[in-house]
């Protein structure tokens, strides 16, 4: 069974860092395009960072840019976004997106971790 699994969120003050990770597995995790996204309480799910399968090209939303930074370890099947600065909108439950790099197939969601952010 596919998994991606979330972890290293967490209640963090304002103007912390956290590191998210997500462990894939049971999928050629090389081949896949993978994204973290977050959902605050009342809105939509909004893609935060996306990283290409080979890692070379990265893209993130205007509200993160320069505060957070994703990465992936393809030997490990990990994704990662560490996150600085962080302040109280972006609080949410993060989760973790596995796309496939050929523009078919089978789409993967994480179960989502919590990021609380105190002011």
């Known amino acids: 069974q596919v998994q991606l699994v979330e972890s290293g969120g967490g209640l963090v003050q304002a103007g912390g860092s956290l590191r998210l990770s997500c462990a894939a597995s049971?999928?050629?995790?090389?081949?896949?395009?993978m994204s973290w996204y977050r959902q605050a309480p009342g809105k939509e799910r909004e893609l935060v960072a996306l990283?290409?399968?080979?890692?070379?090209?990265?893209n993130y939303a205007d509200s993160v840019k320069g505060r957070f930074t994703i990465s992936r370890d393809n030997a490990k099947n990990m994704v990662y976004l560490q996150m600085n600065s962080l302040n109280p909108e972006d609080t949410a439950v993060y989760y973790c997106?596995?796309?496939?790099?050929?523009?078919?197939?089978?789409?993967?969601w994480g179960q989502g971790t919590q990021v609380t952010v105190s002011s």
């Open positions: 997106k596995g796309d496939p790099s050929a523009g078919w197939g089978v789409t993967y």
């Open positions: 049971r999928f050629t995790f090389d081949r896949y395009r």
């Open positions: 990283i290409t399968n080979n890692g070379r090209t990265t």
